[in-house]
């Protein structure tokens, strides 16, 4: 049995009358790639918050690299890397200020960071780039970059809240080479998208519907059960139910 | 410590790297040194009199030829009536009408005295408050010569005479008194707006969110934000006395240290004030409106341009509760008195408190989880 890194019963969030998260519980392996699907204001990203330490549950209990969600928020922030949604490196600092100040911030000395960003900087191809201003690249190399800083300082789990949002096929392709050489390394993905064929890439996903788990297994299983062709159709037969739209 | 040297190094890349911010740390002291102390002047000089003199005598020449030469006046026009002249301050061309009534020099010497009408344009208060009693000491003055002149009564020469001196500022200057003013300005707006927008910046871009996933301490982010603004303040502060010294030859007469010290204080104050305001506010926007809302009131209220004793009681209790108040006294006080740390330490204790409290209610206001 792989070790557990996610550990989440029943877990909640509520603002005022609204429950964005509501009561989901699953475990996540060790090395796995974990998708988490869902339409807009399913509550995927609410729910990856709570998980990352930025937001306090309502109730339930959730235990990330076996820190709980409640009281070690800092111990699971040593643990974890996180790409947000949103693009969130610095835009006016370089390529390798960015891989520099993220990689100091978790503590990794200097020489260590000099060595490594070097090594990365080469890996993405972006010698040429390295003294440029993060600002001035073209989104997809910035998505690649914002993953690479991510796992920078080798996480245990990483966190990505739809990475590849507006980003061409090529690059997202590309974008989980990355992602599966991270898995192989042993950092767990925990990873949200909108894209069912990016669904396919993942070991085993999680669909959620109006805050809950409507769903939770392998993509094959989880075709064979909805008697569908591919993830789609999959998502479509549990998400068209959805009392919720739009975020 | 290794971690705020890499969030230090960060910052200040930052600030570096904007220019507009760069050139508004030189062209702020520079420029606002150089163009308000001449501009705010309260000297009231050039106030403009219509004359209505209906006497022609050599008395009433004699008494209009002194207005005019006083230095503070000037007689725009010599009108046949009172109506007539009014019309010069209903369109703003005069600002006091002058009436010397008919047989004034008659009336004088003969009863030995006679009344003299003076209208002044109160729209401007100040302006009229200081024209006024200008031209009822040059009347005065008149009134003391005629006296000299015509009577030979030893009774007359009995009069108090007071002659006074202006300590600290010797010929009441208005530059004096407003340069350490616009000194405490410059670290007001750069410890108040500067820190408060940048935070807030960073939660528009959303890399507030990146930090606050990553293991950074609260203080260690909070003294990254401070420290780099606070070295700023002190360049700026640096630069405007040296404008100070250069263009107005204003060079402290207390102790730099004891300036600096206060300094130093005071910008941890309104760094806090800035962080504060950026804990608060979620745009630039709302943090701008935010703090230039109580910057205001600090800047009226605090005694930078007007005396805060003139104030009323409740105006006064306010003014206190600014760090501004204390510090711009501070600053007056050490720059054209010298004063000693002994003179002003209950300001000193008073400003270490504002730091205290608006960096402390900051901290506990940050959270990295929400």
Known sequence: MAEKV??????????????????????????????????????KTTAMRILCGLSYPSSGTAAVAGFDVYKQQESIKRNIGYMSQKFSLYENLTVTENIEFFGGVYGLPMQEIRRRSNDLIRTLGLTAEAKKLVGALPLGWKQKLAFSVAIFHRPRIVFLDEPTGGVDPVTRRQFWDMIYEAAASGITIFVTTHYMDEAEYCNRVTVMVDGKVEALDTPARLKQQYQADNMDEVFYRLARGAKRSAD | MKVLRFILRKEFRQIFRDKTILAMMFAMPTIQLIILPLAMNFDVKHVKVAVVDNDHSSYSRQLIAKVGASGYFRIVAAMPSVRE?????????????????????????????????VSVDAINGTKAALG????????????????????????????????????????????????????????TLIGGFLTALNIVREKEAGTIEQINVTPIRKWEFILGKLIPFWVVGITVFT????????????????????????????????????????????????????????????????????????MPAWARAIAHCTPVTHFVKVVRMIVLKGSTFADVQYEFYILVFFALALNGWAILNYRKTS
Do not use: H
């Open chain 2, 239 to 310: 630069l405007g006395l040296a404008v100070a010294w250069g263009v107005y030859g204003i060079w402290p007469v207390g102790s730099f240290a004891l300036l600096y010290t206060f300094a130093a204080a005071y910008l941890l104050a309104v760094l806090g004030f800035g962080l504060l305001v950026s804990t608060y506010t979620d745009n630039q926007l709302q943090a701008m409106f935010v703090a230039f809302f109580f910057m205001m009131i600090f800047m009226l209220m605090s005694g930078l341009f007007t005396a805060v004793e003139s």
């Open chain 2, 85 to 117: 002249a009014m019309q010069y301050i209903e369109r703003e061309q005069a600002d006091v009408v002058l009436e010397i009534p008919p047989a004034f020099e008659q009336q004088l010497i003969r009863e030995g005295k006679q009344r003299i009408g």
């Open chain 1, 6 to 43: 996610i550990e989440c019963r029943e877990l909640t969030k509520q603002f005022g009358d609204f429950i964005a998260v509501n009561k989901i519980s699953f475990d996540v392996m060790k090395g796995e790639i974990f998708g988490f699907l869902g339409a807009n204001g399913a509550g």
């Open chain 2, 132 to 187: 006024g009693s200008y031209l009822v000491t040059v009347i005065g003055d008149f009134n003391r010569q005629i006296t000299v002149n015509s009577t030979a009564d030893p009774a007359a020469a009995n009069t108090i005479a007071i002659t006074f001196s202006n300590w600290y500022n010797p010929l009441a200057e208005y530059r004096f008194y407003i340069v350490p003013a616009i000194l405490v300005l410059l670290l």
